[in-house]
């Protein structure tokens, strides 16, 4: 079984990598936001865990480190119904921040989990229910990142508010990540925030 490979990127492609070890080229299934760091030329070192296809035979997932595979054997353990692939869905997600993920977990927090990290309501109370007593487990990687929605409950509007405007879902939830990193207070009015939010975006 293979469990980690270490050699250079021949090609990086959405959610995939290849990486030449041995003269073998090995193509790895990679979370979206982990391929992003990857360069072409560059060397890589990954955890990999194998998966049995019905259709590819034995498939590779590949996470920069020990603790993102931990989180991703999690998710395919614990939560029904997930499969490799949705695993790595539901970690490309989570990596953004994986102490925020984790505090909307113990907390039990839908809002968060639909608000910042774009799950739906439906599986933000599957994640819930799955991981609430197991994450303890998991190792947490670097500090919070993302303040809690309950400090400014009217957040969901400001989200609405870009929304209608035309802007993404995940684009606007982005904008607010970076006003509170930038140290928005969560208390000024709503029209601020929002004013805020369409600065951001405009860059």
């Known amino acids: 079984m293979i469990a980690y490979l270490k050699g250079q990127i021949l090609e990086v492609r959405e959610e995939s990598a290849i990486i030449v070890c041995g003269g073998v080229g090995y ?8 391929a992003q760091e990857l360069e072409t030329g560059r060397e890589a070192a990954l955890y990999i865990a194998e998966s049995i296809s019905p259709y590819d035979g034995t498939v590779l997932y590949g996470f920069l480190s020990k603790e993102d595979k931990e989180l991703w054997t999690l998710f395919k353990s614990a939560i029904p119904n997930t499969g490799a692939k949705k695993a790595l869905e539901y970690l490309n997600k989570a990596l953004r921040s994986v102490a925020d993920f984790h505090n909307a977990i113990i907390k039990r ?8 990290f774009g799950f739906t309501s439906k599986t933000a109370e599957k994640l819930i229910n799955s991981l609430k007593d197991k994450m303890d487990a998991i190792t947490v990687q670097g500090a919070s990142k993302i303040k809690v929605l309950d400090e400014a409950p009217y957040m969901s509007g400001v989200l609405e508010a870009l929304t209608a405007l035309g ?9 607010i990540e970076q006003l509170y990193q930038e140290g928005i207070n969560p208390n000024d009015p709503i029209e601020h925030i929002i004013k805020e939010a369409l600065r951001v975006l405009k860059k």
């Open 27 to 34: 193509e790895v299934n990679l979370a979206k936001g982990s």
């Open 109 to 116: 927090d839908p809002k968060i989990l639909t608000g910042i």
């Open 167 to 175: 802007y993404s879902a995940p684009e606007s939830r982005r904008a």
